[in-house]
C-alpha cells in the first residue's frame, strides 16, 4: 500500500468541521482523504475566482514517477449575496476538480457544490468554505484504485493570492493528466474541458 493510499482513512459518521477541509467517501465504508495541507493559491480571472491546493510544486509533476499527491481545483463561478440566496442541495456556485496520484497511478475526480466565501477577492489571502460539494471519478489510468467515489468535499480553503503559482501547478497538472490519460481532460478555467 502506497503512503498516499494508507492516508485513506476509515472515517466516522459527523459533521467536518468548517476549518478542517477533508474529502471523504459516501459508502458503507467511508475513507478520507485529507486534504488540508499542501500550499494553497488563488487568482481573480474574468468571469471567476480559481482556488488551487496541491501537496506538489510544479517540479515534482516533472518527476518520474510523479510523487504520491493530490491537486484541488476549486472554481468560484458566482458570489452568493446574504439574504439573496438561498444555500441547498440544489445551489451550485463552485465547480470542483481533484487529481489523485498514488503508485505512478493517477485518476481525475470531478464534480461540484456550494461555497461561501471568506474575505474580500484581491486581499493577500481569500477563501470559501467548501458545502455539500461532491466528487466522482471521471477517469483514471488502468491500475488506479478509486477508494472516494462518490465522495463529499467540506471545510475551509484558505489561499494566498498568487496567479503565477496558481497557473504554473494548474498547468503542470493538467498536463500530468493529459500525459497519464493520453487525452486532454482538463485545461483550465479559460478553455474547455472535455470529459469523458
Known amino acids: 500500500m502506497t503512503p498516499l493510499a494508507a492516508s485513506l482513512l476509515l472515517g466516522g459518521c459527523g459533521v467536518t468541521a468548517p ?4 474529502c471523504t467517501s459516501m459508502g458503507d465504508t467511508p475513507r478520507t482523504l485529507p486534504v488540508a495541507d499542501g500550499r494553497t493559491t488563488y487568482t481573480l ?10 501537496s506538489l510544486s510544479p517540479e515534482q509533476f516533472d518527476e518520474s514517477p ?4 493530490y491537486v484541488l481545483h476549486a472554481e468560484l463561478m458566482w458570489v452568493p449575496k446574504a439574504g439573496k440566496t438561498a444555500i441547498d442541495p440544489q445551489a451550485t456556485n463552485v465547480s470542483l476538480r481533484l487529481v489523485v496520484i498514488s503508485g505512478g497511478e493517477l485518476g481525475l475526480y ?3 457544490g456550494f461555497a461561501w466565501p471568506q474575505g474580500e477577492p484581491g ?10 460539494s461532491n466528487l466522482t471519478l471521471l477517469s483514471a489510468t488502468s491500475g488506479f484504485v478509486d477508494l472516494l467515489s462518490p465522495s463529499q468535499i467540506t471545510g475551509r480553503l484558505t489561499a494566498d493570492l ?3 503559482m496558481t497557473r504554473q501547478v494548474r498547468r503542470a497538472a493538467s498536463q500530468a493528466v493529459t500525459n497519464a490519460l493520453k487525452r486532454v481532460q482538463w485545461v483550465g478555467p479559460s478553455a474547455s474541458a472535455r470529459w469523458p
Do not use: H, K
Open 66 to 69: 510523479i510523487p504520491d499527491g
Open 19 to 22: 476549518e478542517r477541509l477533508e
Open 110 to 112: 470531478g464534480g461540484g
Open 162 to 164: 498568487d496567479p503565477e
Open 45 to 54: 480571472e474574468l468571469a471567476n475566482t480559481e482556488f488551487l491546493r496541491s
Open 123 to 132: 486581499a493577500a489571502q481569500y477563501g470559501i468554505d467548501l458545502v455539500g
